[in-house]
């Protein structure tokens, strides 16, 4: 049973450019969230999807955004990217339930470094 | 809002000595889950523990003990004889269901615990 994958492991930007990253979540999964891990820092919550919406945001600019697929992976794209946008890039997956809580399983992250 | 303090930033102690791992988190939901994680220097967070709001039970596991205490916000992790493998960033997280129903984590800024051999 394969966990949560991310592509690349890491991954090297100038100032300016454009980056996707891609997440495949753990089998049966159908929810991916997407975490922001900047140096010395907890991981902060960008955004999650759920049947390919966004369904929840945090406070990160539109320059982010991302994507879900109907087999469920997602992408998440920066554009224009920031010297501030150097991180680690966690996904977290979970399988939507009603009523009680999904545990999240993360994956072990792409690191991003802008330089 | 939901807010998760860990004021230790670094600890060090020496291999087989105690430790404990402070979180205080703030949050006016009635239904909320707290949780510890691990952070190797590999990058991955593993899951040690999730604790419900409703259940203030400490738990043990292993050489790992948990102490939650809704009086005072605290969800404390207590490491006994540590070993040098203990040592990683520990993360304090908290979750709620949002308005649109799917849940995020609210992460403390973690404690980088080094256990010298």
């Known amino acids: 049973d394969a966990g949560v994958t991310q592509s690349p492991t890491h991954l090297i930007k100038t100032r300016g450019q454009q980056v996707t990253l891609r997440c495949s979540p753990k089998s049966g999964h159908d929810t991916v969230s997407w975490y922001q891990q900047a140096l010395g820092q907890g991981p902060q919550f960008i955004f999650q999807y759920y049947e390919e919406e966004e369904r929840q945001r945090g406070n990160f600019p539109d320059r982010f955004s991302g994507h879900q697929f109907p087999n469920y992976s997602s992408e998440l794209n920066v554009n224009a990217l920031l010297l501030g946008d150097s991180a680690l890039y966690l996904c977290?997956?979970?399988?939507?339930?009603?009523?009680?809580?999904?545990?999240?399983?993360f994956g072990p992250g792409t690191r991003l470094t802008v330089l | 809002a939901q807010k998760v303090t860990q004021a230790q930033t670094e600890i060090s102690v020496v291999e087989k000595e105690d430790v404990t791992l402070d979180c205080v988190y703030e949050t006016r939901d009635t239904t909320y889950y707290l949780f510890w994680y691990k952070q190797p220097p590999s990058g991955e967070l593993v899951f040690l523990i999730r604790?419900?709001?409703?259940?203030?039970q400490n738990e043990i596991s292993g050489r790992y003990s948990w102490n939650f205490q809704k009086s005072t916000s605290s969800f404390n992790f207590t490491i006994t004889a540590s070993q040098v493998v203990d040592s990683a960033v520990y993360f304090c997280?908290?979750?709620?269901?949002?308005?649109?129903?799917?849940?995020?984590?609210?992460f403390g800024k973690g404690t980088k615990l080094t256990v010298n051999p």
């Open positions: 604790r419900n709001s409703f259940d203030e």
């Open positions: 977290a997956s979970s399988l939507e339930g009603s009523g009680r809580y999904n545990e999240q399983f």
């Open positions: 997280a908290l979750t709620f269901l949002t308005q649109g129903g799917s849940e995020k984590l609210v």
